[in-house]
């Protein structure tokens, strides 16, 4: 594959990719009994990733916090609890090709963190949620690639800089300021 006609590039690359969505469930512990629930967010979301083997591993963490009414709605309160997850990617596309050990890992938040459903649980004493997320994974790596060089391309000291330099001495490189002059009379 490789001859006079050709070169071998070593460059960066795409060598991995890898999608996933999921939901959890998580169970809040108000302080008071909750009689319903008022609303739910989901801040102050973080995560890193690593690739381990055939997947991308992303650990992360955020606050879950929860509005709810107790004392028969005579009351209300904010209940927040900080979530730590780690999420297995699987690199769907992989490129057996990389060169090199040394891989960067870039993860992307498709879907942020979310809550989809927020419910008193069967018990009455606490809060579960239903959170959702989804991330792209993509691994980069170095790996060669072969070009075919043209037998018909210019070479650098085949190019004609005498001719060019001769058209460039021929700009009147006044020509903007003269026009803007004209046109103010």
């Not at 108000?30 to 990733?49: D, M």
């Not at 309160?77 to 050990?101: A, F, N, Q, R, W």
């Not at 790596?141 to 060019?164: A, I, Q, S």
């Amino acid at each position: 594959m490789f001859d006079k006609n050709s070169r071998q590039i070593i460059t960066k690359a795409v060598c991995g990719k890898g999608k996933k969505f999921t939901e959890a469930s998580h169970t809040v512990t108000p302080l008071h009994r909750p009689t319903s629930i008022l609303g739910c967010w989901v801040i102050n979301h973080k995560y890193s990733a690593k690739k381990r083997g055939d997947f991308v591993e992303v650990s992360g963490s955020y606050d879950i916090n929860v509005w709810y009414s107790y004392s028969d709605n005579t009351k209300t309160e904010v209940v927040s609890d900080k979530v730590t997850y780690t999420d297995k990617i699987p690199l769907l596309m992989k490129d057996e090709h990389c060169i090199s050990d040394e891989l960067d890992v870039i993860a992307k938040v498709v879907q942020q963190p979310n809550c989809i459903e927020c419910e008193i649980s069967s018990n009455g004493n606490r809060i579960v949620c239903e959170i959702e997320r989804e991330f792209v994974v993509e691994v980069i790596g170095e790996t060669k690639m072969y070009v075919k060089l043209d037998p018909h391309g210019k070479d650098h000291d085949d190019y004609d800089y005498d001719r060019l330099e001769a058209e460039l001495a021929d700009l009147n490189p006044d020509v903007s300021s003269s026009e803007e002059s004209s046109s103010d009379h």
